[in-house]
């Protein structure tokens, strides 16, 4: 199978649509403020935990070429994982 490449920002971009249209009313409240979510911009999967490492190794040992991204819950600064991880402010 033929791997279609992604720009980071078309990674941020796709998970920014998830967290905006759904994902953002599910998980920012309460004790979830300052965790890490971690979304995987192809599916709308995501996880939550306090530094998002844990989240992002689960989904890569379950697609090593998942696309994920990551913010903070309830703050505009993100970062994505990919190849390189490259930090993105809004």
């Known amino acids: 199978m033929q791997a279609i490449f992604w720009t980071v920002e078309e990674v941020a ?10 994902i953002r009313q599910q998980v920012e409240f309460g004790d979830n403020i300052g965790k890490m979510i971690v979304i995987d911009a192809e599916t709308g999967e995501y996880g939550i935990d306090q530094s998002g490492v844990e989240t992002a190794l689960k989904f890569k040992q379950k697609n090593p070429n998942a696309r994920l991204f990551t913010m903070r819950i309830g703050y505009d600064v993100a970062v994505s994982f990919g190849g390189a991880s490259e930090r993105i402010a809004e």
Do not use: I, P, S, T
Request: neutral net charge; hydrophobic residues 20%.
């Open 13 to 22: 971009e796709k998970a920014k649509q998830f967290y905006d249209n759904g």
